[in-house]
T-cell receptor
């Protein structure tokens, strides 16, 4: 299947700082990428849909000023957690939709964020 | 609106035994259905998907699932469990016009015992 990468895989930061997470589709161009958050032993919760060249669409309850999403190219979307706090600590996973594979989303390996 | 219910948050089987993970969905339009597997501290890997056509779909690692519209189910099976199958399994649904958004079930942790 298609390959999606994320960087970094793990990050520890101090409260109040901002953290940027990158999501790349390595072997296809993705006009649409998705960002999810997963708490321990729970399912994935969709945070936002990232559309290349336009503003992201956020799910209800997700603060768009807190979680900044940029999809500047067909292979890269970034999620910036601004002024991170301990409650933002979580596992963040991105996915990308391969247009050549219809409705299938391919997932990145995830980023573990720990805010101290 | 769409939703997914996975019965059994934990399933334990013996190595070599049949694996059956249950998934029921709710969708007001024809659904697209997916099974993903997640190993610890990793992202999700697609096991198989149903979009249209044949209702019995085969995936990787010997898994298969059958779409049963009358039962609104998409259960995942594997004839013979292997130790390496121990992981978290997620069923998900999306549909045309839904912006390809996936709605996930709560997951089933599969344990394989000797």
């Amino acid at each position: 299947g298609a390959v999606v990468s994320q960087h970094p895989s793990r990050v520890i930061c101090k409260s109040g700082t901002s953290v940027k997470i990158e999501c790349r589709s390595l072997d296809f161009q993705a006009t649409t990428m998705f960002w999810y958050r997963q708490f321990p032993k729970q399912s994935l919760m969709l945070m936002a849909t990232s559309n290349e060249g336009s503003k992201a669409t956020y799910e209800q309850g997700v603060e768009k000023d807190k979680f900044l999403i940029n999809h500047a190219s067909l292979t890269l979307s970034t999620l910036t957690v601004t002024s991170a706090h301990p409650e933002d600590s979580s596992f963040y996973i991105c996915s990308a939709r391969d247009p050549g594979q219809g409705k299938t989303q391919y997932f990145g390996p995830g980023t573990r964020l720990l805010v101290l | 609106a769409q939703s997914v219910t996975q019965l059994g948050s934990h399933v334990s089987v013996s190595e070599g035994a049949l694996v059956l993970l249950r998934c029921n969905y709710s969708s007001s339009v024809p659904p697209y259905l997916f099974w993903y597997v997640q190993y610890p501290n990793q992202g999700l890997q697609l096991l198989l998907k149903y979009t249209t056509g044949a209702t019995l779909v085969k995936g990787i690692n010997g898994f298969e699932a059958e779409f049963k519209k009358s039962e609104t189910s998409f259960h995942l099976t594997k004839p013979s469990a292997h130790m390496s199958d121990a992981a978290e399994y997620f069923c998900a649904v999306s549909h045309t016009g839904g912006g390809n958004k996936l709605t996930f079930g709560t997951g089933t942790q599969l344990k394989v015992e000797l």
